[in-house]
């Protein structure tokens, strides 16, 4: 059974503001203003809202504000049910009350639109600077009718925490409120750092008996510092995520330096290749020179000329040979220039799969703090190792492209020597031929 708490108790905290919501009799509302209090009004019937607008149609009391509108736990349009009880008018179903209200009757429904208390409240607070000053302080009251109650404190939001004591009179018997109260009410101001529920009894005519809940500050306390302690669980779990990808990130780079070297070794043997082709270019040069001289000796003897021409063409097969040899390094060139693209388009998947891993590192890291900055930097150190890694790479692309146009003009010479029409030139165009 809940603890009773007097009216006088009640009148002993009277709150600096209060936000009431639901059907509350003219009466009521008139001994609380004459009493000083200040009063956020929500009728949350808009069968009921042409009472209020009547009553108060000459001089609305300077302390109190009124909205019209229907409040719910999310804004949107909603199906509003009227009963042959106007007590039990809002968005339940027949079917929702009628176990409770046998003899309740469905008149009409029409289509509403409702709003969050928190919406209403925030935008009150921007557009009425009075209301801004009163709401900034501490220690309101809620005061709320019905058994439509869960969403609309639902819609409470974060002002929750601005309400020092939360009512509810309900609009059926007390043991079928109570029930509720502990199966429904309880639970959820439990969670938002209130006591456990007082009965209040009935205060006059007019003012029903019902429930009351103050908040329990030390118990609010305790319950951000485990939410605060979950929050360091989790940030912990998502460092200890970045540290095994940094981790991962780190033999990535160590991987791709060893690729690196690698590279630079076959660099190495391909311009050890280029300078013996160039040794031996120049050894064609020298042997060009001695056909001169043996041309030159021989011109007036045309079957020494055969001869030497029959000569030359063994010597021409034999660079032929020399051609074809050298093609085969060409293709192996360019057989180890397709293994590096291939190896080049993995680092670039690596590469992109990298970036990939480290745009979502950083959507996470965005809410961590000092710990996850460092990890960023240390991220941003390797992607600027790994394009130093891309600029050696096209480095030695274009060393081997370089090779390639040297072979290129190597093979250019050996073809011009091999030219069959050869044996129709005169001595001067064979001197001119193996000049070039």
Same mark, same amino acid.
């Given at each position: 059974?809940?603890?009773?708490?007097?009216?006088?108790?009640?009148?002993?905290?009277? *709150?600096?503001?209060? #936000?009431?919501?639901?059907? &509350?009799?003219?009466?009521?509302?008139?001994?609380?203003?004459?009493?000083?209090?200040?009063?956020?009004? /929500?009728?949350?019937?808009?069968?009921?809202?042409?009472?209020?607008?009547?009553?108060?149609?000459?001089? +609305?009391?300077?302390?109190?504000?009124?909205?019209?509108? #229907?409040?719910?736990?999310?804004?949107?349009?909603?199906?509003?049910?009227?009963?042959?009880?106007?007590?039990?008018?809002?968005? =339940?179903?027949?079917?929702?009350?009628?176990?409770? /209200?046998?003899?309740?009757?469905?008149?009409?429904?029409?289509?509403?639109? +409702?709003?969050?208390?928190?919406?209403?409240?925030?935008? !009150?607070?921007?557009? @009425?600077?009075?209301?801004?000053?009163?709401?900034?302080?501490?220690?309101?009251?809620?005061? &709320?009718?019905?058994?439509?109650?869960?969403?609309?404190?639902?819609?409470?939001?974060? !002002?929750?925490?601005? /309400?020092?004591?939360?009512? !509810?009179?309900?609009?059926?018997?007390?043991?079928?409120?109570?029930?509720? %109260? +502990?199966?429904?009410?309880?639970? !959820?101001?439990?969670?938002?750092? /209130?006591?456990?529920?007082?009965?209040? *009894?009935?205060?006059?005519?007019?003012?029903?008996?019902? &429930?009351?809940?103050?908040?329990?500050?030390?118990?609010? =306390?305790?319950?951000?510092?485990?939410?605060?302690?979950?929050?360091?669980?989790?940030?912990?779990? %998502?460092?200890?995520?970045?540290?095994?990808?940094?981790?991962?990130?780190?033999?990535?780079?160590?991987?791709?330096?060893?690729?690196?070297?690698?590279?630079?070794?076959?660099?190495?043997?391909?311009?050890?290749?280029?300078?013996?082709?160039?040794?031996?270019?120049?050894?064609?040069?020298?042997?060009?020179?001695?056909?001169?001289?043996?041309?030159?000796?021989?011109?007036?003897?045309?079957? #020494? =000329? #055969?001869?030497?021409?029959?000569?030359?063409?063994?010597?021409?097969?034999?660079?032929?040979?020399?051609?074809?040899?050298? =093609?085969?390094?060409? @293709?192996?060139?360019?057989?180890?220039?397709?293994?590096?693209? %291939?190896?080049?388009?993995?680092?670039?998947? @690596?590469?992109?799969?990298?970036?990939?891993?480290?745009?979502?590192?950083?959507?996470?890291?965005?809410?961590?703090?000092?710990?996850?900055?460092?990890?960023?930097?240390?991220?941003?150190?390797?992607?600027?190792?790994?394009?130093? &890694?891309?600029?050696?790479?096209?480095?030695?692309?274009?060393?081997?492209? +370089?090779?390639?146009?040297?072979?290129?003009?190597?093979?250019?010479?050996?073809?011009?020597?091999? @030219?069959?029409?050869?044996?129709?030139?005169?001595?001067?165009?064979?001197?001119?031929?193996?000049?070039?």
């Amino acid at each position: 059974m809940p603890a009773c708490l007097s009216d006088s108790a009640i009148d002993r905290n009277d *709150p600096p503001w209060q #936000v009431w919501i639901g059907r &509350f009799a003219i009466e009521q509302l008139e001994q609380e203003l004459e009493r000083g209090g200040s009063i956020l009004l /929500f009728p949350n019937d808009p069968g009921h809202d042409p009472v209020i607008a009547e009553h108060w149609q000459h001089s +609305q009391p300077r302390r109190l504000w009124v909205s019209l509108d #229907v409040l719910g736990e999310e804004d949107g349009e909603v199906e509003w049910n009227y009963y042959n009880d106007s007590r039990q008018n809002g968005v =339940l179903s027949l079917g929702d009350l009628q176990s409770r /209200f046998p003899n309740l009757r469905l008149l009409e429904q029409s289509r509403l639109y +409702q709003r969050r208390l928190d919406a209403l409240m925030d935008r !009150w607070t921007q557009e @009425d600077p009075q209301i801004a000053d009163l709401l900034a302080m501490e220690g309101g009251r809620l005061w &709320f009718q019905g058994l439509y109650s869960v969403p609309i404190l639902s819609g409470v939001g974060s !002002w929750i925490s601005r /309400f020092a004591e939360v009512i !509810w009179t309900p609009s059926v018997s007390l043991s079928i409120a109570r029930e509720h %109260a +502990q199966q429904e009410l309880n639970p !959820w101001l439990d969670s938002a750092g /209130f006591a456990s529920m007082q009965e209040l *009894p009935p205060r006059s005519d007019s003012i029903q008996a019902g &429930f009351v809940w103050s908040q329990d500050r030390l118990g609010r =306390l305790a319950t951000q510092v485990r939410e605060q302690a979950e929050q360091i669980a989790v940030l912990s779990t %998502a460092r200890d995520v970045l540290v095994r990808d940094y981790q991962h990130l780190q033999l990535h780079c160590d991987n791709c330096a060893g690729e690196r070297d690698r590279l630079s070794g076959l660099t190495a043997e391909l311009q050890a290749q280029l300078e013996q082709s160039s040794l031996l270019q120049e050894s064609w040069a020298l042997r060009c020179l001695q056909l001169e001289e043996q041309d030159a000796s021989l011109t007036g003897q045309h079957e #020494v =000329l #055969v001869h030497e021409r029959d000569g030359l063409l063994v010597e021409c097969q034999s660079l032929m040979s020399e051609r074809e040899g050298l =093609l085969q390094v060409r @293709d192996g060139l360019l057989e180890a220039q397709q293994t590096l693209q %291939a190896e080049r388009d993995g680092l670039v998947s @690596d590469r992109d799969a990298v970036a990939g891993e480290r745009n979502g590192l950083l959507a996470e890291r965005q809410s961590l703090e000092i710990e996850r900055d460092a990890l960023l930097k240390e991220r941003e150190d390797l992607a600027s190792r790994l394009e130093l &890694f891309e600029v050696d790479l096209r480095q030695a692309q274009q060393h081997r492209l +370089q090779i390639r146009a040297e072979v290129d003009d190597i093979l250019a010479v050996l073809i011009g020597d091999s @030219d069959p029409a050869g044996s129709a030139k005169t001595n001067g165009d064979l001197l001119d031929s193996s000049k070039q």
